[in-house]
């Protein structure tokens, strides 16, 4: 795309008058390690100062007129004013709606501009709020077999080679790092707002006042002294997400966890109409708190099922007359709880079996991840190109702390896993000694109980519940 010159940032509270942002004790700065900021220019204190807009602005909200975007419905900047209790919010900053870039307003903007309503249809309306690089480019691929037949925007981005992959991937990061969502409005991009860094320890909140202007407010018991950084917080995400939505990672941040893909067993001659049932992408969370590890994974149940079990797809004629595809588990219809299977095996007499199979494709998965992350390139092996310039160290570090973090997690979630295969297997050790005393003599299992995964006994004996078994 042909680059555009760029205003300096002195040009900003201009463009904000013109715009009807106001600040008041507030100024765009320059802050530590964290680029342009939000900071005080006065010195703040809950008893006295009104961190607000002058002359209309500063009428106070009644309780109702403010819908906190925190999730803490009600909550009110109370402050001793002149000897008694102020129950007024205390603004910093205000920002007209009109300037509120959400689906609401695209939506309303495509009613009135025939090729915006176009590139939206072309492009699709769904986020890639959470895509890698190889959906960027499946996206881009997409955007452009679409808009190509759109006379306006063929012109405008294709016939001059004028937009690339480079520029779509741009656009994502501007959205991931400058997307938040309100109250009301829900996902949107908030000029000036967006200028709030992140910190665990926030001064401020955002907020829909009954204009459904966004507004900054103090928090409760909040005092600011000149200079002092007027953060916000960006919510409690894993460290991945800070990286790829807002390119760092937050180091007060205590959440532990990533998210793996789950790909269907290959041989599974079911694997398509179940991802076509279950209507998203199969993955695997897997998350850390005071040492413990907790796992969500729905496709895993379902996944581990097949017909022998109790599984069964038909195509039936819907209620309105197109023919569908309609998942029954033990003869009964359960299109709707494709993500549910945890709790539908539950009362099956081989309850433990289907989760032992759900354990043992997680820890393979799970395995084979931790491996891959320890064979991945070295920093003796980007030295050369961090010399070169081609790398900054600080994006180094970023990449080495993550690895760090998602190994250890990774490394814990096998030793949890470990423990998951022991137990399954033992329980089931009592409630099917054959089949037991077949894996133990390490039998064919499919002439036996074909429920059970062939590598099951090389599952069991590799993590040492072989052994345990013999001492029976």
Same mark, same amino acid.
């Given at each position: 795309?042909?680059?555009?010159?760029?205003?300096?940032?002195?040009?900003?509270?201009?463009?904000?008058?013109?715009?009807?942002?106001?600040?008041?004790?507030?100024?765009?700065?320059?802050?530590?390690?964290?680029?342009?900021?939000?900071?005080?220019?006065?010195?703040?204190?809950?008893?006295?100062?009104?961190?607000?807009?002058?002359?209309?602005?500063?009428?106070?909200?009644?309780?109702?007129?403010? $819908?906190?975007?925190?999730?803490?419905?009600?909550?009110?900047?109370?402050?001793?004013?002149?000897?008694?209790?102020?129950?007024?919010?205390?603004?910093?900053?205000?920002?007209?709606? &009109?300037?509120?870039?959400?689906?609401?307003?695209?939506?309303?903007?495509?009613?009135?501009?025939?090729?915006?309503?176009?590139?939206?249809?072309?492009?699709?309306?769904?986020?890639?709020?959470?895509?890698?690089?190889?959906?960027?480019?499946?996206?881009?691929?997409?955007?452009?077999?679409?808009?190509?037949?759109?006379?306006?925007?063929?012109?405008?981005?294709?016939?001059?080679?004028?937009?690339?992959?480079?520029?779509?991937? +741009?656009?994502? !990061?501007? #959205?991931?790092?400058? $997307?938040?969502?309100?109250?009301?409005?829900?996902?949107?991009?908030?000029?000036?707002?967006?200028?709030?860094?992140?910190?665990?320890?926030?001064?401020?909140?955002?907020? %829909?006042?009954?204009?459904?202007?966004?507004?900054?407010?103090?928090?409760?018991?909040?005092?600011?002294?000149?200079? &002092?950084?007027?953060?916000?917080?960006?919510? %409690?995400?894993?460290?991945?997400?800070?990286?790829?939505?807002?390119?760092?990672?937050?180091?007060?941040?205590?959440?532990?966890?990533?998210?793996?893909?789950?790909?269907? +067993?290959?041989?599974?001659?079911?694997?398509?109409?179940?991802?076509?049932?279950?209507?998203?992408?199969?993955?695997?969370?897997?998350?850390?708190?005071?040492?413990?590890?907790?796992?969500?994974?729905?496709?895993?149940?379902?996944? $581990?099922?097949?017909?022998?079990?109790?599984?069964?797809?038909?195509?039936?004629?819907? @209620?309105?007359?197109?023919?569908?595809?309609?998942?029954?588990?033990?003869?009964?219809?359960?299109?709707?709880?494709?993500?549910?299977?945890?709790?539908?095996?539950?009362?099956?007499?081989?309850?433990?079996?289907?989760?032992?199979? !759900?354990?043992?494709?997680?820890?393979?998965?799970?395995?084979?991840?931790?491996?891959?992350?320890?064979?991945?390139?070295?920093?003796?092996?980007?030295?050369?190109?961090?010399?070169?310039?081609?790398?900054?160290?600080?994006?180094?570090?970023?990449? =080495?702390?993550?690895?760090?973090?998602? !190994?250890?997690?990774?490394?814990?979630?096998?030793?949890?896993?470990?423990?998951?295969?022991?137990? #399954?297997?033992?329980?089931?050790?009592?409630?099917?000694? $054959?089949?037991?005393?077949?894996?133990?003599?390490?039998?064919?299992?499919?002439?036996?109980?074909?429920?059970?995964?062939?590598?099951?006994? =090389?599952? +069991?004996?590799?993590?040492? @519940?072989?052994?345990?078994?013999?001492?029976?």
């Amino acid at each position: 795309m042909v680059s555009k010159s760029t205003l300096p940032i002195d040009i900003f509270p201009t463009w904000a008058r013109l715009n009807d942002v106001k600040f008041t004790n507030v100024k765009l700065q320059e802050t530590d390690e964290k680029g342009i900021g939000l900071v005080a220019t006065n010195n703040l204190t809950a008893g006295v100062e009104t961190w607000g807009l002058e002359g209309a602005e500063d009428k106070p909200e009644t309780e109702d007129q403010v $819908c906190n975007s925190d999730g803490e419905k009600g909550e009110r900047a109370r402050v001793e004013t002149h000897g008694h209790v102020n129950n007024h919010p205390k603004k910093i900053l205000q920002v007209p709606h &009109d300037l509120i870039l959400s689906t609401a307003s695209i939506e309303e903007y495509s009613k009135v501009d025939q090729n915006f309503r176009q590139l939206l249809d072309s492009a699709g309306h769904q986020a890639a709020l959470d895509a890698k690089l190889s959906a960027l480019n499946k996206e881009f691929d997409e955007l452009i077999e679409r808009s190509s037949a759109l006379p306006f925007w063929n012109s405008f981005f294709w016939e001059r080679e004028a937009v690339t992959i480079g520029d779509w991937v +741009l656009v994502d !990061a501007w #959205y991931r790092s400058r $997307c938040l969502e309100l109250p009301r409005s829900g996902h949107a991009m908030v000029p000036v707002l967006d200028m709030a860094n992140h910190s665990h320890s926030q001064a401020a909140y955002y907020d %829909e006042d009954d204009e459904d202007n966004i507004v900054l407010l103090s928090r409760p018991g909040m005092e600011m002294s000149i200079g &002092d950084e007027v953060n916000i917080s960006y919510g %409690e995400k894993s460290p991945a997400e800070m990286i790829f939505s807002y390119g760092f990672i937050d180091r007060e941040s205590t959440v532990e966890e990533l998210t793996l893909p789950l790909e269907s +067993l290959a041989d599974d001659p079911l694997a398509k109409a179940k991802l076509h049932i279950f209507r998203g992408s199969p993955t695997l969370k897997l998350s850390r708190s005071d040492g413990e590890i907790s796992w969500q994974c729905p496709f895993v149940y379902l996944m $581990c099922l097949n017909e022998e079990d109790g599984l069964e797809f038909k195509v039936l004629q819907g @209620t309105n007359g197109d023919r569908e595809l309609r998942l029954f588990w033990q003869e009964e219809d359960a299109t709707a709880r494709a993500k549910d299977f945890g709790d539908l095996i539950k009362n099956h007499p081989l309850c433990q079996i289907f989760r032992l199979r !759900a354990v043992s494709v997680l820890h393979e998965v799970v395995t084979d991840h931790l491996m891959q992350l320890s064979s991945e390139i070295s920093h003796d092996e980007l030295e050369p190109l961090l010399r070169a310039g081609q790398i900054r160290d600080g994006r180094l570090q970023l990449a =080495q702390k993550l690895r760090e973090t998602e !190994a250890s997690v990774l490394e814990s979630a096998v030793i949890a896993l470990d423990e998951q295969l022991a137990l #399954y297997a033992v329980v089931l050790f009592f409630e099917f000694p $054959c089949f037991m005393y077949a894996v133990l003599a390490k039998q064919h299992l499919d002439q036996t109980l074909p429920q059970i995964p062939r590598k099951l006994p =090389q599952v +069991l004996e590799c993590q040492g @519940t072989f052994s345990a078994f013999l001492a029976y």
